[in-house]
């Protein structure tokens, strides 16, 4: 059992950065593949990015290619999105979620636990 609580979300004007944060529980967190969704107002829960249990392999939406990184800390079994040049279209609750996978995981459905979200607002 894996559980998952973001973190770092808010208001940022457009142009800015923020880091989120995903704090997970269980002893197996290593051997889990991460990803991070996000979800805007009546639309569907799309993928962002995703990591390998290594942190070897990383694989992300073309939407956010070149402005957000994930990384992921086995020792504090936390993940991490490192989102700049934040857009107004980059409003959304964002979602951290694990995958029992050894490698990189970008469906929704292959995704075995999720976090509650934390609101990300970016103003124009």
């Known amino acids: 059992q894996v559980q998952l609580v973001e973190s770092g979300g808010g208001l940022v004007q457009a142009g800015g950065s923020l880091r989120l944060s995903c704090a997970a529980s269980?002893?197996?967190?290593?051997?889990?593949?991460m990803g991070w969704f996000r979800q805007a107002p009546g639309k569907e829960r799309e993928f962002v990015a995703t990591i390998t249990w290594s942190g070897g392999s990383t694989y992300y939406a073309d939407s956010v290619k070149g402005r957000f990184t994930i990384s992921r800390d086995n020792a504090k079994k936390t993940v991490y999105l490192q989102m700049n040049s934040l857009k107004p279209e980059d409003t959304a609750v964002y979602y951290c979620?694990?995958?029992?996978?050894?490698?990189?995981?970008?469906?929704?459905?292959?995704?075995?636990?999720w976090g509650q979200g934390t609101q990300v607002t970016v103003s124009s």
């Open positions: 979620a694990a995958a029992r996978s050894y490698r990189v995981v970008t469906i929704r459905n292959e995704y075995d636990y």
């Open positions: 269980g002893r197996t967190f290593s051997s889990y593949a």
